[in-house]
């Protein structure tokens, strides 16, 4: 019982805010946008060609953590990086969970029949109408606001 009315609770609270402020974005060019940029060298990302390897939300600071790395080797176990490989790791300030949805009923193994390459592949990650960022992997589907997203290059 308590469940449903603090959901209740949620939904009403999101209900009273119509949009939020689109995030600063930095660490990139002004024109760019948070699925296809380009890094300070000056080498274009599109984000459809990583894997997101890691999602923290971190709630004392109020930040959400996503890591994307190039895919390199699509066998597991491979340890041996190229020069071409990079990560792409995108930290988002006063971060608010508006929407997290798995595939399937919580946290599980993806399909063995998944090929590896396919396991956080990156289907889309945009701003919405609304202000808020959707981020749509393969298996997990997030909606967030944020006020400033810093983009980092390793």
């Known amino acids: 019982m308590f ?3 603090r959901k209740e609770a949620a939904d009403q609270d999101l209900d009273s805010v119509a949009s939020f402020p689109k995030p600063e974005l930095v660490g990139i060019a002004d024109d ?3 699925y296809e940029f380009f890094t300070p060298a000056g080498e274009r990302i599109y984000l459809h060609d990583f894997r997101c390897t890691d999602i923290s939300f971190r709630p004392r600071e109020c930040e959400l953590v996503i890591t994307f790395e190039s895919p390199g ?3 597991p176990g491979s340890v041996e990086p190229s ?3 990079l990560t792409v790791v995108i930290t988002f300030e006063q971060a608010r969970l508006l929407h ?3 595939e399937g009923d919580g946290p599980r193994p993806l399909p063995a029949e998944w090929p590896w390459g396919v396991r956080g592949q990156v289907n889309g990650m945009g701003l919405n109408s609304d202000g808020t960022v ?3 992997l393969m298996n997990v589907g997030l909606v967030f606001s944020t006020t400033r997203a ?4 390793r």
């Open 3 to 5: 469940r449903r009315r």
């Open 100 to 102: 997290w949805e798995d």
């Open 73 to 75: 080797d699509d066998e």
């Open 83 to 85: 020069a071409d490989d």
């Open 134 to 136: 959707g981020l749509d």
């Open 32 to 34: 760019d946008d948070l």
């Open 150 to 153: 810093t983009y980092e290059f």
